[in-house]
């Protein structure tokens, strides 16, 4: 790949700049910008939709730009680092929405590209980058949570096709998905090598999702049940019972997703570290221009000082597998830290709240108020996705340290 150097980087940037401000909708300029908050993920139900999300969507992947540095022959940007990077830096600059967030791109794009067959490529590709499939995760089982490899939902050779049988829980988003990627077992006579990595069409009859409210309120999450249901024999990613090798590349892509979004602190528990500061001046008054419980005052200080190094050592990482090298066990330290600083941020959101903290509806509690404690419960879920906190530890303790196994 070739490598640019600081005058063509700039001219790449002022190429950016200029397109992303004349093709970026003027519709969604505004914070009020009446969109459906699900087109920004894209899917069937949004094929032919005029919203100005799927607009933004459909301009950025003609450019390959939902996908800057996958390979321009699968639709992606063929984008050098460098110039992903710079991309990435305009996007913020100028404030633009995210023009498509994807399971597709996060985490099934870049194992298909190191395990898929050809065919697969040219089929499943294209329409992650253009937002046209909608996909969900189908690996943890209720029987099978942190120890993934027990699972037991069979997938049986019929000939012709594939037959699946059995459940999932926890799977995102399964009721607003169009495919599934999917941990089934082929061989029960082994643990980790009876595993096999399959592609399920959510419409295929059989297929039964069934959402789970969590404490929050919300429902992200869902039960999935698939009763005899057929897929075709080309939609085996990788060898059969090689399905595990693939699983542990995926989870480190999806540590990886889930870690960057923390590292750029925005969102988590209702705000960045530097609202959070100026929320609890708010609430619990200020003195000479700073949060007057000192206490509180260090503690919010510390979590935005490991936040900082988090993203530094994010970047680090996020270049190391923008080489070439591809995401390694690191992810798993990101991950834990990302999570445990979440929480934490969360916990002293509530604090500063104060009374305020306890309001779940109503006029007397302001937006930022709900979206504080209802946000501070979701955080509780952030060591227990992409591999539990435990599991990460594991992972860092032998892959990164390499440390022998209890005896």
């Given at each position: 790949?070739?490598?640019?150097?600081?005058?063509?980087?700039?001219?790449?940037?002022?190429?950016?700049?200029?397109?992303?401000?004349?093709?970026?909708?003027p519709?969604?300029?505004?914070?009020?910008?009446?969109?459906?908050?699900?087109?920004?993920?894209?899917?069937?139900?949004?094929?032919?939709?005029?919203?100005?999300?799927?607009?933004?969507?459909?301009?950025?992947?003609?450019?390959?730009?939902?996908?800057p540095?996958?390979?321009?022959?699968?639709?992606?940007?063929?984008?050098?680092?460098?110039?992903?990077?710079?991309?990435?830096?305009?996007?913020?600059a100028?404030?633009?929405?995210?023009?498509?967030?994807?399971?597709?791109?996060?985490?099934?794009?870049?194992?298909?590209?190191?395990?898929?067959?050809?065919?697969?490529?040219?089929?499943?590709?294209?329409?992650?980058?253009?937002?046209?499939?909608?996909?969900?995760?189908?690996y943890?089982?209720?029987?099978?949570?942190?120890?993934?490899?027990?699972?037991?939902?069979?997938?049986e050779?019929?000939?012709?096709?594939?037959?699946?049988?059995?459940?999932?829980?926890?799977t995102?988003?399964?009721?607003?998905?169009?495919?599934?990627?999917?941990?089934?077992?082929?061989?029960?006579?082994?643990?980790?090598?009876?595993?096999?990595?399959?592609?399920?069409?959510?419409?295929?009859?059989?297929?039964?999702?069934?959402?789970?409210?969590?404490?929050?309120?919300?429902?992200?999450?869902?039960?999935?049940?698939?009763?005899?249901?057929?897929?075709?024999?080309?939609?085996?990613?990788?060898?059969?019972?090689?399905?595990?090798?693939?699983?542990?590349?995926?989870?480190?892509?999806e540590?990886?997703?889930?870690?960057?979004g923390?590292?750029?602190?925005?969102?988590?528990?209702?705000?960045?570290?530097?609202?959070?500061?100026?929320?609890?001046?708010?609430?619990?008054?200020?003195?000479?221009?700073?949060?007057?419980?000192?206490?509180?005052?260090?503690?919010?200080?510390?979590?935005?000082?490991?936040?900082?190094?988090?993203?530094?050592?994010?970047?680090?990482?996020?270049?190391?597998?923008?080489?070439?090298?591809?995401?390694?066990?690191?992810?798993?330290?990101?991950?834990?830290?990302?999570?445990?600083?979440?929480?934490e941020?969360?916990e002293?959101?509530?604090?500063?709240?104060?009374?305020?903290?306890?309001?779940?509806?109503?006029?007397?509690?302001?937006?930022t108020?709900?979206?504080?404690?209802?946000?501070?419960?979701?955080?509780?879920?952030?060591?227990?996705?992409?591999?539990?906190?435990?599991?990460?530890?594991?992972?860092?303790?032998?892959?990164?340290?390499?440390?022998?196994?209890?005896?």
């Amino acid at each position: 790949m070739a490598d640019f150097g600081g005058a063509e980087l700039e001219t790449f940037r002022s190429e950016v700049r200029d397109w992303l401000a004349a093709n970026y909708p003027p519709e969604l300029k505004s914070a009020e910008a009446k969109t459906d908050p699900e087109a920004v993920w894209g899917g069937r139900a949004f094929e032919g939709s005029s919203d100005p999300q799927i607009v933004w969507m459909a301009r950025m992947a003609q450019k390959g730009w939902t996908a800057p540095t996958w390979p321009k022959e699968v639709g992606g940007g063929g984008l050098a680092p460098q110039q992903a990077r710079v991309l990435d830096q305009e996007l913020a600059a100028g404030r633009y929405r995210p023009a498509l967030l994807s399971f597709g791109l996060w985490m099934l794009g870049p194992v298909l590209l190191e395990y898929a067959n050809e065919a697969q490529k040219a089929e499943h590709l294209p329409k992650i980058v253009h937002g046209k499939i909608r996909w969900c995760q189908g690996y943890s089982e209720p029987g099978a949570g942190s120890d993934l490899a027990s699972l037991q939902t069979r997938c049986e050779d019929k000939g012709d096709h594939w037959l699946i049988n059995g459940s999932k829980v926890w799977t995102s988003y399964a009721d607003r998905a169009d495919w599934c990627f999917c941990l089934v077992r082929t061989d029960a006579s082994k643990k980790h090598e009876g595993i096999s990595f399959v592609l399920i069409d959510m419409a295929t009859p059989g297929v039964e999702t069934r959402p789970i409210q969590l404490i929050s309120g919300e429902s992200p999450f869902c039960e999935t049940f698939f009763t005899d249901v057929k897929i075709p024999k080309g939609n085996l990613v990788g060898r059969m019972n090689g399905g595990w090798e693939i699983a542990k590349r995926l989870l480190q892509y999806e540590r990886q997703n889930i870690s960057a979004g923390f590292g750029e602190g925005g969102g988590v528990g209702g705000g960045s570290a530097a609202d959070l500061a100026q929320l609890a001046k708010r609430y619990l008054g200020e003195e000479a221009g700073v949060l007057a419980e000192r206490d509180l005052r260090r503690r919010i200080t510390e979590n935005k000082m490991n936040f900082q190094a988090l993203r530094q050592t994010i970047g680090r990482s996020a270049a190391e597998s923008r080489a070439g090298n591809g995401p390694s066990a690191t992810t798993s330290i990101i991950k834990y830290a990302a999570a445990e600083f979440a929480k934490e941020r969360a916990e002293l959101m509530v604090e500063a709240l104060g009374a305020q903290a306890l309001g779940w509806e109503g006029e007397g509690y302001s937006p930022t108020e709900i979206a504080a404690v209802r946000g501070w419960l979701r955080t509780k879920a952030n060591s227990i996705e992409g591999g539990t906190s435990e599991i990460n530890l594991n992972v860092v303790a032998k892959r990164v340290l390499g440390l022998p196994d209890p005896k």
